[in-house]
């Protein structure tokens, strides 16, 4: 039986970043990592199967990561493999 993980993301300047878990392509409307709680940092997201995750993330200032357009049909958002073991 296979276990679970958990991850987060980090980002280098404050940030929202919206992630999917089912290989589509991220967009505004995809789910957006949030608080945790107040100081406790970014929640984390567990999985239960290896997984691909596609996110991007935009900038307090509206600037989105590598100039992906969310709401078009571009494909230049980031993509990790997450395995469970």
């Known amino acids: 039986m296979l276990g679970a993980t958990a991850f987060t993301f980090s980002?280098?300047?404050?940030?929202?970043?919206y992630y999917t878990l089912d290989g589509s392509?991220?967009?505004?409307?995809?789910?957006?990592?949030a608080l945790a709680g107040m100081r406790e940092g970014v929640q984390n997201i567990t999985v239960n199967s290896d997984t691909t995750v596609n996110w991007f993330s935009i900038d307090i200032a509206g600037n989105v990561e590598s100039n992906y357009k969310p709401d078009g049909q571009?494909?230049?958002y980031n993509k990790q493999r997450v395995g469970v073991q």
Request: net charge positive.
């Open 11 to 17: 980002t280098s300047e404050p940030a929202n970043v």
């Open 25 to 33: 392509r991220p967009t505004y409307g995809s789910p957006k990592l």
């Open 74 to 76: 571009g494909s230049n």
